[in-house]
């Protein structure tokens, strides 16, 4: 029998992935990519919840996760090309003129 | 009529404001016209005022307009009043008179400056200022005018700022009074403290109500820190040095500070207290001495000085002397009396000198002048006339006060305020002919190109001193002895016992072999004198012209002494300034400025900026630092929630 628990462990699982990748990775596309799995990490969170609780709110709630990816997916594509374009690289360790 | 006297104050205000403000758009003549007119206006109004004063009974001759409530706290309270009696009268007929002839005579002096509205913006204030510290009916208005005066002294006197001898000659100047204005300060001050009022009525009715026994300490301090305020205002030993320095502004506003305005505010504030200074017996021996020691000391440095307006400042410091003389010896009426012909020959002096150094294209050198007397008549006619009244020489208005000073020093002090008297009028005799020796007499010293543009001032500049000229020659005819018309009319002020009376009881009981004729007798000293003091100077200036440098080299060190003034600017140098400038220097601006205050300021931004630097390096500019920040914040909060309760 699959609990609750064990969706909730593999959000957790999955979460923690995308933010131990968003912190240790050098490119920033694959950056990008361990943000879409946090995102998507809480997602199936939402609908384990929802599931559980017998209620639609947190069904509803993954749909404007998705929106948001979506829009994220093409404004964060966008910025990387252009940084690319800019400075021939996606290394993030190479993009750091947000300093005093 | 009387009701009419706040207006003497509004016109010179409206002229100050008018020419202030809009003055360097209109034309010349307009401006003149206009701070003439004011002036002249208000002395129309004064002329009015006097006369209504005059239909009033004298013992009821004091009439106190009230403005508005000025400042009201707890017990004290001051009103913005004005006084008119006898006194404050003569005081508003002299500075409005003489200062409108000096007004018109401004007009073709200051003609070709630049700083043309600006200058009778200022002397406009000027009249104000002195208007309003004699028609105040309290210390604290008296103490407003006081001030305002010494601020225009220093705006006029620095007129031509660019001059660097002007601006100081005006720091000096404001600094010098600053020290005076501080005793007069604290003398207001102790008054509202003993008697509870500042107000001029009730102050001295309780003075004179017997609650004070003669000698009490707390009336003889007040009187000498208000002493102290004359003396510095008033230019007496020891803060006189600024009032020949004064002479770097132009030269009609020395005739207003020496005449008029400014320097007679002393005389004025003592002779208006004078139920408190009758009070002090030991404050009136020290102003009769400071009186009498002045009138001598600055009489000598006068008689070998060379330039034309310095013998004059120092002569207007020396007459000072006689009038603070005669007021230390309760002759306070022949102290306002020969104050108010001294404004007029002073006046006429100073102006007469400035048509000479316009003449002469701005010369102020008496030994490069000489035989001017055909080139400018009209000047050399109304300057002899002036150099006679101050010599004293019978009937010109100075031998009136001047005598009438002597005899009073003679009869109410003692035989050596007399002589001091009596040696210091032989000096004046002696430097002011001089004076009028080397200027107009003898053989020309003018360099030939000064000499091609040798004029006679224009009508606007002679006309005022033909007045003054008769000024100088009538004047005295108000105090001749015996009939003496400015004795009866101040005796109201000068409380019932008129100096006259109490000369005359004196007279009576201590020397009854003298009777009746030692005026007389006085009269024909002092008159000789003055022809000593003139001769003198005759025999040395025209008869034998190498006396002079002859007696030069036999008394090298005195000649030397005065010349340099006693050497009193190097010992106040030596003793005040420098010192005060060091302290400054070294202690409050490099230590306690610098170390202190621009220290603790510095010091808070230094540290916010070392802060800020460990701070800022938080600020690595990798995402990937600020996300882990951002996942700590999130475990934290995290934990807490979790563990937290």
């Known amino acids: ?37 946090m995102l998507n990490a809480v997602n199936l969170s939402f609908v384990a919840c929802a599931h559980y609780l017998n209620s639609m709110q947190g069904q509803l709630f993954v749909f404007f996760t998705m929106t948001v990816a979506a829009a994220e997916a093409a404004v964060g594509l966008a910025i990387i090309v252009a940084v690319f374009r800019n400075k021939e690289t996606v290394n993030i360790d190479d993009i750091n003129i947000m300093k005093w | 009529m009387l009701d009419l006297v706040a207006l003497i104050l509004l016109f010179p205000l409206i002229g100050t404001a008018v020419n202030g403000l809009a003055g360097k758009r209109m034309r010349k003549e307009t401006v003149g016209y206009i701070a003439c007119g004011a ?3 208000s002395f129309l109004v004064s002329i009015l005022v006097f006369c209504g004063l005059l239909l009033l009974p004298p013992e009821g001759r004091l009439f106190e307009k009230h403005l508005f409530v000025w400042i009201e706290s707890g017990s004290f309270r001051s009103l913005a009043a004005l006084q008119v009696d006898p006194l404050s ?38 009249t104000f200022s002195m208007l309003l510290l004699v028609l105040s009916n309290n210390f604290l208005l008296m103490f407003i005018g ?26 000096k100047a404001f600094v010098v009074n600053r020290v005076g204005d501080f005793g007069f300060a604290l003398g207001v001050m102790l008054i509202f403290l003993i ?70 505010a002393g005389v004025y504030m003592i002779a208006r207290c004078n139920v408190l200074y009758m ?42 002397g006689y009038m603070f003389l005669a007021c230390g010896v309760g002759a306070f009426t022949a102290g306002v009396f020969h104050l108010m012909t001294h404004a007029f020959f002073k006046a006429l002096l100073f102006l007469g000198a400035g048509s000479v150094i316009h003449a002469l294209s701005g010369e102020q ?123 009866h009319f101040l005796s109201p002020v000068f409380g019932g016992h008129t100096h006259a009376e ?54 090298r060190f005195i000649h030397k002494l005065l010349l340099n003034k006693y050497y009193v600017d190097e010992i106040y140098d030596a003793l005040f300034v420098n010192p005060t400038k060091k302290i400054s220097v070294k202690i409050l601006w490099k230590g306690v400025d610098v170390r202190i205050i621009d220290g603790s300021v510095n010091g808070i931004a230094r540290l916010v900026g070392g802060l800020s630097n460990v701070l800022r390096l938080l600020q690595t500019g990798y995402i990937r630092n600020y996300a882990f920040y951002i996942v700590v914040g999130c475990i934290f909060i995290v934990v807490l929630a979790v563990f937290g309760k």
């Open chain 2, 365 to 487: 050198d008496i030994r490069k002048m000489g035989a001017l007397k055909s080139h400018i008549p009209t000047t050399y006619k109304t300057f002899l006339v002036g150099t006679i009244a101050i010599a004293g020489i019978p009937p010109f208005a100075g031998f009136f006060s001047k005598d009438e000073i002597l005899l009073e020093a003679f009869v109410r002090g003692n035989f050596i305020y007399w002589s001091i008297g009596a040696i210091a009028a032989l000096f004046t005799a002696f430097y002011m002919f001089r004076l009028l020796f080397m200027t107009f007499y003898g053989e020309s010293r003018v360099d030939h190109h000064t000499m091609e543009h040798l004029h006679e001032s224009p009508g606007n500049m002679t006309l005022p001193l033909i007045a003054l000229a008769g000024l100088s020659f009538v004047g005295g005819f108000l105090g001749i002895p015996g009939a003496s018309a400015i004795n």
């Open chain 2, 39 to 41: 002036i002249g206006l």
């Open chain 2, 502 to 555: 109490i000369a005359g009881t004196e007279l009576a009981g201590h020397s009854g072999h003298h009777g009746a004729w030692l005026p007389y007798l006085m009269m024909v000293v002092s008159t000789a004198i003055a022809i000593a003091g003139i001769f003198l100077a005759y025999q040395m200036y025209i008869k034998k012209p190498d006396l002079p440098k002859k007696l030069t080299d036999r008394f």
């Open chain 2, 195 to 264: 008697f509870h009022s500042i107000d001029f009525t009730e102050v001295f009715s309780a003075a004179s109500h017997g609650n004070f026994e003669t000698g009490n300490f707390a009336i003889t301090m007040i009187t000498l820190l208000l002493f102290m305020g004359a003396t510095g205002k008033s230019a007496q030993i020891p803060l006189y040095t600024w009032l020949p320095d004064a002479m770097e502004g132009p030269t009609p506003v020395s005739a207003l500070i020496h005449a008029a305005t400014m320097v007679t």
């Open chain 2, 89 to 126: 009268t003569v005081m508003i007929l002299t500075v409005s008179g003489v200062g409108f002839l000096i007004h018109v005579y401004s007009i073709g002096y200051m003609h070709h400056d630049k700083g043309y509205h600006r200058y009778f913006c200022y002397l406009n204030l000027f």
């Open chain 1, 1 to 37: 029998m699959i609990t609750i628990t064990h969706y909730l462990v593999l959000s957790a699982i999955l979460f923690t992935v995308g933010v131990i990748g968003v912190l240790i990775r050098r490119n920033a596309i694959i950056i990008f990519m361990c943000i879409e799995l």
């Open chain 2, 279 to 320: 009070l002090s017996p030991f404050t009136m021996t020290v102003v009769a001495s400071i009186g009498a020691a002045t009138a001598l000391f600055a009489a000598s440095i006068g008689l070998v000085q060379n330039d034309i307006k310095r013998v004059l400042a120092y002569s207007t410091i020396s007459q000072l």
């Open chain 2, 146 to 171: 006081w001030e305002a005066v010494g601020l225009c002294s220093y705006l006029l006197i620095g007129f031509w700022f660019e001059k660097k001898s002007a601006s100081n000659a005006a720091k």
